[in-house]
C-alpha cells in the first residue's frame, strides 16, 4: 500500500501546487564521498542544471556523459506562509533510477524505481515563510534488482559503467518535474472509477478514499460545464442519462469534481477530467464502448536530442501531431510509464494507450535483445537468490503505475513485462503474481499483457496463458532471415503464425513490435538492408501477413522514431527503426504507413 496519494498534482480552491522546475545547482560525485562530505547540506560547485531533463547529453565530455554513480542537485525553496497548517510534499515526476531526498540537511524521503512519482513528506520539517535547502542525491546504477534491469562495472582506470540489459540508453536524473504542493489536513487521497454503459444511459461506479474527516459529494461536469450528474457518500454510483462517450480519436472530457466538506465548510476539493467508456476482450475482439477495435500505432520512447529522457512539452505535442497525421490510433508506452502530461494529452486527442511498466531486461543474457531477437535459447533469469527482490520491486512498480494511470480513458491495457525470459517454470510463479497484483489494484480490470520476443514461440513460452491478449514482438526480415532473404522469412513468419492459430487460443493477437533498422541517408535500388527502400519491404511483407490472419487485431511498429541506445556494433549512434527520425521528420515508410492506416477501418477484422 502507498503511503501518500499519487493524485496529479493541481492547484484547486483547496489546494496549491508549485512547479520547482528551472536550473538546479548539480554535482556528479566521483569519488562517492558526497554523503560522507556533508553535500546532503549543499552541494559543491557551481554548476548548474535544467530540471526536468537527463543530465547526460548537455556535456561535451565522454566522461560525463557515461557517468555512473550519485549525482547531487539542490535547489533553493521559500515555502508559503499560507501553507502552515496544511500538509505539504515535495511531488517528483520521477527520479531514475532512486533518490534521497534532504530538507535543510535532514533526510525526509527515498525511492526506488526511476519511472514513477513520489512523494516526500516534509509538513513538520518545512519552515514556512522562509528558504529552505532541497538537495537530492540520485543514482542510475542498473542491477539485477531493480527495473529495468542492467548491470554496473568497473573500468580498469576506477571509473563505473552502465550495462543495461535493454536496448535504450541509461538517461538519468530529475527527468521529470518537481511540485511543491500543499493540501488541506483533511483530504481526498484516491478515487476508483469503472463504468456500465446501457441504453440512453451509463453509470459511473466510484469509490472516493480520503485522509481524515469530511463528507464526500461528487458534480459531474459535461465539457459545456453543465452539471450532468450528482452523487453524495464515499462510494456509490452516479448515472448519465444520454451519456457522451469517450471513443477513439473523438474524445470527450467531463469533469467529475469531487468535494470533501463539513456542512457548509469545504475541507477539499479536486477535479478529475474523466472519459466515459469501457474496454473489455471478447473471444478475438478487443472492445471499446462494446464495438471491436484493431490498433494502429507505435510503440515509442521518452527521447529526444539534447534533454534525452527529460519531459518536452514541445516533443510532445510534435509526437501527437505525426501520429494524428499519419493516422495512428495507439501506442505502447515501451518501457517505462510516461510523464503523466502524455496521458493527459491521449485523453483529450483520444489515443489509445498500453502502459508499460518498466519491466525489461529480464532476460538472462548479456546483450539480450539481440539474442532474443534471434530466437536463442536462455537459463532462467527466475530462479536467482536475488529473484525475490526483483519482485517485491517490480510489484511495487506495478502498484504505483496502475495508482497513477488508473484514471486515464486513454489506457486500455497494462504490459507487466517486455520481452522476459518466460521460457522456464520459474517464470510462472513470477509472472502470476505481477498479473494477479494489476487484476486486483484496476477498478476497471482492463485487459492485461506481457511483449514476448521469439524465444517465447508457441511451444516454449510457459506464460502466455496469463495474457489477456497476446503481443508479440517480430521481427521477421530483420534480426531473423534480412535482406534477400525477405521471401524465407515470410514463411517462416506464416509458418508460425499457423503455430499460434493451432493453438485455438481465442484471445486477440497485437504486433507490439516488428520493424527494421533504417537510415535515413540511405537510400537504394534494389534495396539492401539500412535503405529506406528495404523498411518499406519489409513493412509490405509484415503487413501481408498481418491482414491474413483474423485474429490478428492490432499493429504497433517499432519505433515511432530513432532513439539513443548505448553505443555498439548493431547501432550507428542509436536505434534506427524509427518511423520519423529523431527530429521527427518521415522516412519513405511513414508515407507507407499513411496510406495503410488511414485506409483501416477502426473496426477492421470485425468479426460478424
Ligand atoms: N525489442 C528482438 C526491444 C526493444 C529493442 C528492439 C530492437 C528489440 C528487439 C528484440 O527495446 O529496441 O532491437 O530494435
Redesign the pocket.
Known amino acids: 500500500m502507498l503511503d501518500y496519494s499519487l493524485l496529479y498534482p493541481m492547484t484547486t480552491p483547496t489546494r496549491c501546487s508549485m512547479k520547482l522546475d528551472g536550473m538546479w545547482k548539480f554535482s556528479l560525485d566521483w569519488q562517492g564521498e558526497g554523503e560522507k562530505l556533508g553535500w546532503s547540506k549543499g552541494v559543491p560547485g557551481r554548476d548548474m542544471i535544467p530540471v526536468p531533463a537527463s543530465f547526460q547529453d548537455f556535456y561535451t565530455e565522454k566522461a560525463i556523459r557515461e557517468y555512473t554513480g550519485d549525482m547531487w542537485y539542490e535547489t533553493d525553496i521559500t515555502i508559503p506562509v499560507f501553507m502552515r497548517g496544511s500538509d505539504v510534499f515535495i511531488r517528483f515526476g520521477a527520479a531514475t533510477h532512486r533518490a534521497w531526498v534532504y530538507l535543510n540537511g535532514e533526510l525526509v524521503g527515498e525511492h526506488e524505481g526511476g519511472f514513477l512519482p513520489f512523494l516526500v513528506d516534509i509538513t513538520d520539517k518545512a519552515v514556512c515563510g522562509e528558504l529552505n535547502r532541497l538537495v537530492v542525491r540520485v543514482n542510475n546504477e542498473l542491477n539485477e534488482t531493480n527495473i529495468p534491469c542492467g548491470r554496473t562495472i568497473r573500468l580498469e582506470n576506477g571509473r563505473k559503467m552502465s550495462k543495461p540489459y ?3 540508453y541509461n538517461y538519468s536524473g530529475l527527468q521529470r518535474s518537481v511540485h511543491l504542493i500543499a493540501v488541506p489536513k483533511n483530504s481526498i487521497t484516491d478515487v476508483d472509477l469503472s463504468y456500465e454503459i446501457g441504453e440512453g444511459e451509463a453509470r459511473i461506479n466510484y469509490s472516493v478514499s480520503q485522509k481524515g474527516k469530511g463528507d464526500v459529494s461528487l458534480k459531474l461536469y459535461d465539457e459545456d460545464g453543465k452539471l450532468v450528474s450528482e452523487a453524495f457518500g464515499a462510494s456509490g454510483y452516479m448515472c448519465v442519462e444520454n451519456p457522451h462517450l469517450w471513443r477513439v480519436r473523438d474524445a470527450y472530457l467531463y469533469t467529475l469534481e469531487i468535494t470533501l466538506s463539513n456542512g457548509n465548510e469545504v475541507l477539499d476539493m479536486y477535479p478529475l477530467e474523466i472519459g466515459i467508456r469501457t474496454v473489455e476482450i471478447k473471444g478475438t475482439e478487443i472492445l471499446l464502448n462494446g464495438s471491436p477495435i484493431y490498433l494502429k500505432g507505435f510503440g515509442k520512447h521518452e527521447d529526444s536530442d539534447i534533454v534525452g529522457r527529460g519531459f518536452n512539452i514541445g516533443v510532445m505535442k510534435r509526437d501527437f501531431e505525426l501520429m494524428k497525421w499519419i493516422g495512428a490510433n495507439s501506442f505502447r508506452t ?2 517505462y510509464p510516461y510523464d503523466e502530461e502524455i496521458y493527459r494529452m491521449a485523453d483529450r486527442e483520444g489515443f489509445l494507450i498500453i502502459d508499460e511498466v518498466p519491466a ?1 531486461g529480464l532476460f538472462e543474457s548479456l546483450v539480450n ?2 539474442d ?2 534471434t530466437g536463442k535459447g536462455a537459463k532462467s533469469f527466475f530462479s536467482k537468490p536475488t529473484t525475490p527482490i526483483l519482485l517485491k520491486a517490480h510489484l511495487r512498480a506495478v502498484e504505483e503505475m496502475i495508482v497513477r494511470d488508473k484514471n486515464h480513458p486513454s489506457v486500455i491495457a497494462w504490459s507487466l513485462l ?2 522476459p525470459e518466460s521460457t522456464d517454470e520459474n517464470s510462472v510463479p513470477y509472472f502470476t503474481e505481477v498479473f494477479n497484483l494489476a487484476r486486483a489494484l484496476d477498478p476497471q480490470k482492463r485487459p492485461r499483457t506481457f511483449a514476448m ?2 524465444n517465447s514461440s508457441t511451444t516454449r513460452c510457459r506464460c502466455h496463458h496469463l495474457s489477456d491478449f497476446i503481443s508479440l ?1 517480430r ?1 521477421y526480415g530483420w ?1 531473423i532471415l534480412g535482406g534477400y532473404e525477405i521471401t524465407d522469412a515470410e514463411e517462416r513468419f506464416k509458418k508460425e503464425m499457423d503455430d499460434w492459430a493451432a493453438l485455438n487460443l481465442n484471445k486477440p493477437f497485437v504486433f507490439t ?1 516488428y520493424g527494421a533498422d533504417t537510415m535515413p541517408s540511405e537510400h537504394k535500388l534494389p534495396s539492401v538492408m539500412w535503405s529506406q527502400e528495404y523498411q518499406c519491404e519489409v513493412l509490405e511483407m509484415l503487413h501481408r501477413v498481418f491482414d491474413s490472419y483474423s485474429f490478428v487485431k492490432g499493429e504497433q511498429i ?2 515511432f522514431a530513432d532513439f539513443q541506445t548505448t553505443e555498439g556494433l548493431m547501432r550507428v549512434n542509436g ?1 534506427k ?1 524509427g518511423v520519423f527520425t529523431r527530429q521527427r521528420q518521415p522516412k519513405d515508410a511513414a508515407f507507407l504507413l499513411k496510406k495503410r492506416w488511414e485506409s483501416l477501418p477502426l473496426d477492421y477484422k470485425r468479426e460478424k
Open positions: 535493454f536496448d535504450f515501451s518501457h525489461v535483445f539481440l532474443a531477437g517486455n520481452e520476443e521469439s514482438n521481427y534480426y513490435e517499432w519505433n536505434n527503426k
